[in-house]
C-alpha cells in the first residue's frame, strides 16, 4: 500500500479554522416532550454544544390579568386553577389570601388550617409530578409510574374535598367552598403512610442511579448570587443555597404553628435541585400529619364579612337578610375597600405574587400576577450555553416549571 | 428599612404611606440609583416583580410599580415610578431578573424601557399591533393579520376575537353594576346567531 501522504497533528491544527464548521440553529419545541407544555428554546448549536438559547414564551397566553379586570373577584377563582395547573390548590389559597389581605380580613383558625393542608397536598402532588417527569427525561421511566400512582389517589382526596380532580376552584374570598368531608382527614392520614413508601422508593431508584447522576450532577450550576439576581424562588433558590422560605420568614394562613425544615442546597446544580424537592415532600407530609392531628373545630369562613363571603344556602331560602347578601354579593361582587396589595404565597414552583388595585367596589382594577415559572425560565439563557443538547432535559426538569403560569 | 435616607438622598421620592409595605413615588432620573441604594446598602436583593400599570388619576398615563424583597430582613418595598413620555429607565442591569419582566411591561402596555438589552415583545409576537393590557383594549381582542405570513396566503386566516356574545368589552373600572362588561348588541343568542 502507498502512502500518499502522513497526516500530522500540525496539519490539523493549521487547517483548524477550515475544519470548523457553521454554528446550526435550531428549534425545541414549542411542542417537545423535554419541554413539558408549550416552550420553545431557539438554540445555537456548535456541534452538540448549546452556544446561545433564547427561550420564546407566550404560545399559551391568554390574557388572564385581562380577564381578571373584567369579573368579580371570586370569578376570577377558577382561572388560578390554569395558573400552575398541576397545584390548582396552592394558586385558590395564594388568590384568596392576597384579596383577604387587601380587605383586612382575619379567617377562623379552621379555615387557615384547611388552607393550610391544601397547600402542602398540592406541594406534595405538585413535587411527585416534577420529579417523576425529571426521572423520565433523564430516561428513568419507573419513577414517573411510582409517583404517578401516588397522585392519582391525592387526586381522589382532592375530588372528594372540592368535587374536581383536577381543577378545583376550592377557596372563595373570605374562606372556602364546603367544610371537609366526614372521615375525610384519616383518609389523608392513611395516604400519607402510603406516599412516604413511595418516596423511599423512589429515592431509592434515583438518588444513588449512576445514569441519573451522570445526566445531572454539576450540570447548570446556579449560585446563591445569581438565583438571587434572577428573582429565583422557592426549591430553585433554595437549592442553590439561599434560605428564603415565605412559610417560615413571612408565615401566613398559620404556617408558624407547625414544625418543619426548610432543605437548602449546596452546590445548585440538576441534581441538588432533585434533592430540594424530594426533602420537601417529605416535610410536606409532615406539616400535613400535623394539620390532621391538630385541625382545629369552629367555622370554616369568615361568617362576620357580610359583604365579602356568600351566606349559607340554607338561610338564602328562608331569611330576606341573608336573601339580599346574596344577591348582592352575587351582581356586584365581593366589596373591597380601595388601595393597593401585594402578597406572596410560597407555592411548589416558587413565590406565586399577586398585585392587586382596587378602587373600591367588586372589581380589580389591576390584577398583576407574578409567576415563578416565568421568573425561573428567565435564567435559561444564562445558565444553558456551554452545556450539551441533551443537558437541557435536565436542566428543564429540574427547574420544575409550568407554561400556564409562565404565560398567564 | 430606612426610609429617612432614601427620601433625603433622593429628595423628589415622595413617601405613599403604603398600608401592607414601605411604598414610595420615585422619580424616573432616581430610579436606578435609588434601586442600588436599595440593593447595596439597604440588603434588598431580589426583585420579587415588576408589572406597568394604567393610572387613571396621574399626569402620565402609564406608571411602573416595583416590588423588591430583602431576603435577610424579610420585608419587601413597593416602588412607583411614573412613565413620562411612556418612557422609564431600565433596571435590568442591577437585576438580571427585570428583564423579562421590563419586556411583559412593554408588550402589555408598550412602556420604553430606556437602556434594556433586548427589548422585543415576549408574550405577544413579534409585529404584534397592540398593548392588551391598556384600558381602551377591548377584552375579546381586535382582528389582525395571522403571524404566520404563508399560513395566511393559504388559507386567508387572520387572528379573530374572542366568540363573546356582541362584544366589544372594554374593562370598566369601578363599580361593576355601572359599567357591567356586557354585549352591546343582546339581540343573539346561541341560538339565534347574528345576521
Not at chain 1, 88 to 109: F, I, Q, T, W
Not at chain 1, 277 to 283: G, K, N, T
Request: proline share 7%; with cysteine.
Amino acid at each position: 500500500m502507498k502512502i500518499t501522504k502522513e497526516i500530522s497533528l500540525g496539519d490539523v491544527a493549521a487547517r483548524s479554522e477550515q475544519l470548523r464548521g457553521e454554528n446550526m440553529t435550531l428549534n425545541m419545541g414549542p411542542s417537545h416532550p423535554a419541554t413539558h407544555g408549550v416552550l420553545r428554546l431557539s438554540l445555537e448549536l456548535d456541534g452538540d454544544k448549546v452556544v446561545k438559547c433564547d427561550p420564546v414564551i407566550g404560545y399559551l397566553h391568554r390574557g388572564d390579568e385581562k380577564i381578571a379586570e373584567n369579573m368579580t373577584y371570586n370569578q376570577f377563582v377558577p382561572y388560578t386553577d390554569r395558573l400552575d395547573y398541576l397545584a390548582p390548590l396552592a394558586n385558590n389559597v395564594a388568590y384568596a389570601l392576597a384579596v383577604e389581605k387587601l380587605a383586612g380580613l382575619r379567617l377562623p383558625p379552621r379555615c387557615e388550617a384547611i388552607r393550610v393542608l391544601c397547600c402542602e397536598m398540592a406541594r406534595i402532588s405538585s413535587h411527585l409530578l416534577g420529579i417523576g417527569v425529571y426521572a423520565m427525561d433523564t430516561g428513568a421511566w419507573t419513577v414517573f409510574m411510582y409517583t404517578f400512582n401516588e397522585r392519582e389517589k391525592l387526586y381522589t382526596l382532592f375530588e372528594e374535598l372540592t368535587g374536581a380532580r383536577f381543577t378545583t376552584s376550592y377557596t372563595r374570598i373570605g374562606g372556602v367552598t364546603r367544610d371537609l368531608p366526614e372521615g375525610w382527614l384519616k383518609k389523608v392520614d392513611a395516604f400519607c403512610d402510603g406516599v412516604l413508601k413511595t418516596i423511599d422508593e423512589v429515592d431509592k431508584l434515583l438518588t444513588r442511579n449512576g445514569i441519573f447522576l451522570e445526566r445531572t450532577e454539576g450540570i447548570a450550576p446556579i449560585s446563591k448570587e445569581m438565583a438571587l439576581a434572577y428573582g429565583l424562588t422557592g426549591p430553585n433558590l433554595r437549592a442553590s443555597g439561599g434560605t428564603f422560605d415565605l412559610r417560615k420568614d413571612k408565615p401566613y394562613s398559620g404556617y408558624e404553628q407547625y414544625e418543619f425544615d426548610v432543605p437548602v442546597g449546596t452546590k445548585g446544580d440538576c441534581f441538588d435541585r432533585y434533592l430540594v424537592r424530594m426533602e420537601e415532600l417529605r416535610q410536606s407530609v409532615r406539616i400535613v400529619r400535623q394539620v390532621v392531628k391538630t385541625m382545629p373545630g369552629g367555622a370554616w369562613y369568615a361568617e362576620d364579612a357580610k359583604k365579602i363571603f356568600l351566606p349559607p344556602k340554607a338561610k338564602v331560602m328562608t331569611k330576606m337578610e341573608e336573601l339580599i347578601q346574596n344577591f348582592m354579593l352575587v351582581t356586584e361582587g365581593p366589596q373591597m375597600p380601595a388601595g393597593e396589595v401585594y402578597f406572596e404565597a410560597e407555592n411548589p414552583k416558587g413565590a406565586l405574587g399577586f398585585y392587586v388595585v382596587s378602587q373600591g367596589g367588586g372589581v380589580p382594577y389591576r390584577l398583576r400576577i407574578r409567576g415563578p415559572s416565568f421568573v425561573s425560565l428567565s435564567i435559561l439563557p444564562a445558565i444553558v450555553p456551554g452545556n450539551f443538547l441533551t443537558d437541557i432535559a435536565s436542566i428543564l426538569g429540574s427547574l420544575d416549571f409550568v407554561m400556564g403560569e409562565c404565560d398567564r | 428599612m430606612d426610609a429617612a435616607t432614601l427620601l433625603s438622598r433622593f429628595p423628589a421620592t415622595q413617601d405613599l404611606a403604603g398600608k401592607d409595605m414601605p411604598t414610595f413615588r420615585v422619580a424616573g432620573a432616581d430610579l436606578l440609583a435609588a434601586v442600588r441604594f436599595l440593593r447595596d446598602e439597604q440588603g434588598f436583593d431580589l426583585l420579587a416583580d415588576l408589572c406597568g400599570a394604567e393610572w387613571p388619576d396621574r399626569p402620565t398615563r402609564f406608571g411602573v410599580v416595583l416590588h423588591l424583597l430583602s431576603t435577610a430582613g424579610k420585608e419587601y418595598v413597593r416602588l412607583h415610578v411614573d412613565a413620562v413620555d411612556d418612557r422609564v429607565p431600565s433596571v435590568a442591569a442591577l437585576h438580571p431578573g427585570a428583564n423579562w419582566h421590563e419586556r411583559e411591561a412593554f408588550d402589555m402596555f408598550g412602556i420604553v424601557f430606556e437602556g434594556h438589552p433586548d427589548p422585543r415583545r415576549i408574550l405577544m409576537w413579534d409585529g404584534y399591533p397592540f398593548h392588551p393590557l391598556r384600558k381602551d383594549f377591548p377584552l375579546a381582542g381586535i382582528e389582525v393579520p395571522l403571524p404566520a405570513a404563508d399560513v395566511a396566503a393559504v388559507t386567508g386566516q387572520t387572528v379573530e376575537p374572542a366568540p363573546m356574545m356582541g362584544g366589544p368589552f372594554v374593562s370598566p373600572g369601578g363599580k361593576l353594576s355601572e359599567g357591567e362588561p356586557s354585549a352591546l348588541d343582546q339581540s343573539w343568542t346561541e341560538q339565534h346567531p347574528k345576521a
